[in-house]
């Protein structure tokens, strides 16, 4: 009998163990991931870079965009490539934001240009790719943070991960789209006069704008009518599931890479689409960091 009652004990001190433990694990990665987000958000300035990888569908296309960039005390600058390999080219986009500021550089331009006027269209465009945005959205969209395994015990690189919350995400795509579609005031213009429009950083196949321009010429599903559908209508339709793995040096407690994982399924015209793309963004140099271009007059811009 007593030998009954001392495997009931052991068994239930096993069991509240290991549920303090699973409750430890998750305190300590949320904690964790609080202090990773606090320290990067105090950093001065960094240096940063990354790329979209598609991961189905147009696989073979590669990188979509290319990005990289420097941040100087209250000043960020950036570099954007979107890689359009159906016309074969490449376009390239230099933005630069001093505090409420924000200027942009376009294809062979030499100087820049306010543009005040339009700046959601580009600011959209910066924070698909500023890592302190995409600290900015896990704080905002956050469902459930967890830690990683430790893929090599000898290095001082840990990982969380940060899954983000569905329905939360739509909300933020929806805004997106109205602001790609002109919907949210006017659109920033080229030195062309052709509208500039924004990749988004979900949906790819949404980024090449197809949801509202049936005569677009890349491969894959298409659509069949020319009148745009209600943004609202395909974001309500469609599954989007997103989580950033932050990596991290466990002395200095700041980010040393970003991935963002996203997988998404959407009808347009009754055709499903099924695409899954990742955004990688690396850190480094914090504390120092080359110049920054000015806006009225240097011509730097590497």
Known sequence: MRNGWTICLVTLMCVAMSGCNQMGVK?????????V????????SYAFYGNTRLLAENSANGNVVNFSGRKDKDAVFMNVKLSLPDEKRVDNLSLLQQGSRLYA???SDREWKSVAHTQSVYQQEMNNWD?????Q???DMQKNIR???DENPNDNVEAVSVTLDPAKLKNWLVTQMHEQSGGAGPRAQSTAGAAYKPRLKLA???????????STGRKGPRIQSAAAPNISEIVDQMDVNAAYTVYYNRTSMLPTSIIMSIQSQ?????????EHSQVETYLQNYGKVKPLPNPHGDQTSR
Do not use: I
């Open 137 to 139: 959205q896990m704080a």
């Open 27 to 35: 305190q300590n990665a949320g904690s964790a991931f609080d202090q």
């Open 105 to 107: 550089k376009q294809g």
């Open 37 to 44: 987000r606090d320290h990067f958000s105090a950093q001065e």
């Open 266 to 274: 959407y009808d347009v015209n009754g055709q499903r689409v099924r």
């Open 131 to 135: 890592p302190a945005a995409c600290f």
């Open 204 to 214: 790819m196949t949404l980024s090449d704008g197809s949801w509202k321009n049936s």
């Open 147 to 149: 830690p990683l395994p």
